[in-house]
């Protein structure tokens, strides 16, 4: 009894002594592991460092699907961390969920801290731009496809390496002199939903979806049975026929086999650079993403993937101060290249980008500069983005009619209408489920 | 004659009492986690649960139209009868052997048991291992002997990637319930058997195994249930229901839907359905199999 006595003094003379130097505490959830989850933390710990009001606790949640998850059932439960980091085929889910958010341009006003939308790359800030104009999430890690590529492998099978194929017809051409010196993977993907569909129709400045892919309202339905998308997967069945593209996997499964030198190209995320440039034991490069050269318009630019963070509904007005304070930080032109230095992810406003190529990067890590490239251009109505509601079903649907076309078992017709029909239902569901 | 086993109370509480605990658990958890399940599958919701509109029983006519999910009946049931007959079979082998081995029996039956200490979803990684494409060792050997495994592209290789898995973590189960089967038969029948000229074929045939039809009977029921229920980790870890729809099981498209895809109305539409049928695959099981059992 005494000793609990004791404590509560302690405790009370501790809480009488705190106001001076209390911090507030905000939580961070995130999908972050190895290499870069190390580089989450190291946000944290320099804002953390910066100042003393306020501590930002980063805590991994697994993947991207599994935190969000998490998230719901926490706020549910009324305990939803302060920022979530959410990947960019739940932002509809995000956005719609108005209840559960506070848009990222009111708490930066609420915080009293000056936040400028423009100085984003269009096409990172356009695509969490809510249709009213407001920017809900604050862009974080943010990637695009770009096309990777075995230099050794190139060399063995004759052909330049410092000369990457860039039309499809040339990728073709390159697998088949891949396959003829022995190689067994030639041509592989990453994300197919994510470069073969989603990315090519941006490049090729057609539509995935009606409605601007979805940004001006949740009655948009898929459009990606067009001639073009036809004629793009029939030609990559027919390299899967021939033992050219050889299919690896749904989602980033593919990437091991190009690190592991086992598939000699690969369409992927621009942030597989950093585990590239670590664990390859081969010389390697990158390249702009491929396109159909007698396509006008032509290549346009590649749409993002990679996450933003949101800013949690229902918490206290100081720890939203905080998460204004966190985000500011975040917001540093100079923060931001280092990120961008470190993993590959993109360079999310104008002037990382400028202090980046200032400092010599670029120079010193040939093809550094292909995403920021491919981004960095003026958008157009069809090439914004993509942004659906139940994005995770329909990329799901497309994985799973792509597999019959990759097997023979569907046409690239067949596979690519199911897949229209099937994600369509997906859309009406979303819209009914969101309308109130 | 039949004998009155029953028990007689005074008091008309104390047996309400007595069972009363059971009660409760059952009620707790079973009855109204079914109930939510139930209440869940009439409603369409946004993922954080802002928005709920009662939709009736729409979720279930949506599931009635979906031409993949009617395809995935199929595959269930095929997955099922070729674990539960595959798993059956093996581990009744091995408990038959396991029982005759004299020397280090308990090696034996040890090493049998380990494979049960596995998590299903690393019972499917590792199985996905041995088995991947390019990298794996039996798709290795396979590709010497001239069969080309590529479970990625082939429905059947999918299937039997997840069967293998399945059963190979399940057999340690059965494994264990048949050798203690076995062993609860008095040696002198097995002994007369012996001695009225009975090899060993024929006294596994018509003196063991027909005393191991309860066994046998309750390991079904068991079996059928794993099938249904609680292999999804096996088949997210091994084929994530691919190529194309070909692996997606019942309650594979409840996880997915439910975890990943966040349709809370639909999966839980989904797994009414799945508890309905389970529930009548045991009816079924109760009232013809049980018929043929000697207790």
Redesign the interface.
Known sequence: MNMKLHAAALLALTALAAPATAQTEIQWWHSMGGALGEWVNDQAKGFNEKQKDYKVTPVFKGSYDESMTAAIAAFRAGTAPNILQVFEVGTATMMASKGAIKPVTQVMKEGGIKFDPKVYVPAVAGYYTAPNGEMMSLPFNSSTPVFHYNKDAFKAAGIDPERPPTTWPEVALAAAKLKASGHKCPFSTSWQSWTQLESFSAWHNVEFATKRNGFLGMDTRLAFNTPLHVRHIENLANMSKQGLFVYKGRGNAADATFVSGECAMLTGSSALYGSVKRNAKFASGIGTLPYYPDVPGAPQNTVIGGASLWAMSGKKPEEYKAVAAFFNYLSDPQVQAVSHQRTGYLPITTEAFAITEKSGFYKQNPGTDVSVNQMIRKVTDKSRGIRLGNFVQIRAIIDEEMEQVWGGKKSAKEGLDAAKKRGDEQLERFEKANKG | MAVEKRVRFKNWWLPWLLVAPQLVIVLVFFFWPAGQAIYQSLL????????T?FVGAENFL?LWH?E?YLASFKTTALFSVLVAGLGLTLSLMLAVMADRVVRAANFYKTLLIWPYAVAPAVAGVVWLFMFAP??GIVSFWLRVLGFDWNH????GHAMALIVMASVWNQISYNFLFFLAGLQSIPKSLIEAAAIDGAGPWRRFWTVQFPLLTPTAFFLLVINIIYAFFHTFGIVDAAT??????DTAILVYKVY??G?????LGGSAAQSVVLMVIVIALTVVQFRYIEKRVNY
Not at chain 2, 152 to 155: I, Q, T, V
């Open positions: 369409t919701e946004d993922a954080f649960g802002t928005s509109q949506r979906d993949s390019s990298i990625l592209l082939d429905g994530h229901g691919g190529p194309g729809k997915f839907d975890f990943k895809a966040l349709d």
